[in-house]
């Protein structure tokens, strides 16, 4: 079955910081979605981004389809972007459901 | 707009006991799935309905679990007898599937524990 690995699995940083959170998948997808799980055990949707560049606030994410990856960017960290960062696809032929990586448990200090 | 709707939130109960747990997906959602979330394992599904018709049920874990979509607005996944193995947290999702877009959403969860 396909396989999606996220990196790093921990990050800390100082609030204000930058990351880059990767997510690289070994098939096709027609569907995937980073999610951000808080502390208190939510998933959010953060972006449905199949592929191409999308922005929202202090969060974008672009996926490139053709190499199979796709990456989370997170500027001017804040204490309440703690929490596991999810990327999750879906591929042809599977109907709708989502594979999802690991994680990245990212913590933000104050 | 309301979203996934779960019930109940928590739930403590002992081993060998019935366990039911509730999901409303989002109003017009076509599909519906069901996840589970251990240490251990990650995320993983357990199963999926698309017009309220199991699509796949591969994820289940053994014939203790069952789950039920008796109409569009409301699914059911019941464990019987339970085991504190099964103790996890339980997500429903829903999704329009379009073809095109078909982006999922996640109710809160309900937190299992079996002692």
């Known amino acids: 079955g396909i396989q999606v690995e996220q990196s790093p699995p921990d990050l800390i940083l100082q609030e204000g910081a930058n990351s880059t959170l990767r997510c690289n998948f070994s098939d096709s997808v027609n569907n995937l979605q980073w999610f951000h799980q808080n502390p208190w055990g939510q998933l959010i949707n953060l972006f449905y981004i199949p592929s191409g560049t999308k922005q929202n606030g202090r969060l974008s994410a672009t996926t490139v389809a053709t190499e199979r990856y796709s990456l989370l960017y997170i500027s001017s960290s804040q204490t309440t972007d703690s929490g596991v960062y999810f990327c999750?696809?879906?591929?042809?032929?599977?109907?709708?459901?989502?594979?999802f990586g690991q994680g990245t448990e990212l913590s933000v200090k104050p | 707009d309301a979203g996934v709707i779960q019930s109940p939130r928590h739930e403590v109960t002992e081993m060998g006991q019935e366990v039911t747990l509730r999901c409303k997906p989002i109003s017009g959602h076509n599909s519906l799935f069901w996840y589970r979330q251990t240490m251990m394992r990650g995320l993983e599904l357990l199963i999926y309905f698309n017009n309220n018709v199991p699509i796949d049920d591969s994820g289940m874990p053994e014939d203790r679990f069952s789950a039920k979509m008796p109409n569009a607005s409301f699914s059911t996944l019941k464990i019987q007898p339970s085991e504190p193995r099964d103790s996890a947290v339980y997500f429903c999702?829903?999704?329009?599937?379009?073809?095109?877009?078909?982006?999922?959403?996640f109710g809160p969860g309900t937190r299992l524990t079996v002692l």
């Open positions: 999750a696809v879906g591929i042809y032929n599977q109907g709708g459901k989502l594979i």
């Open positions: 999702a829903s999704s329009l599937q379009s073809g095109i877009h078909n982006e999922q959403f």
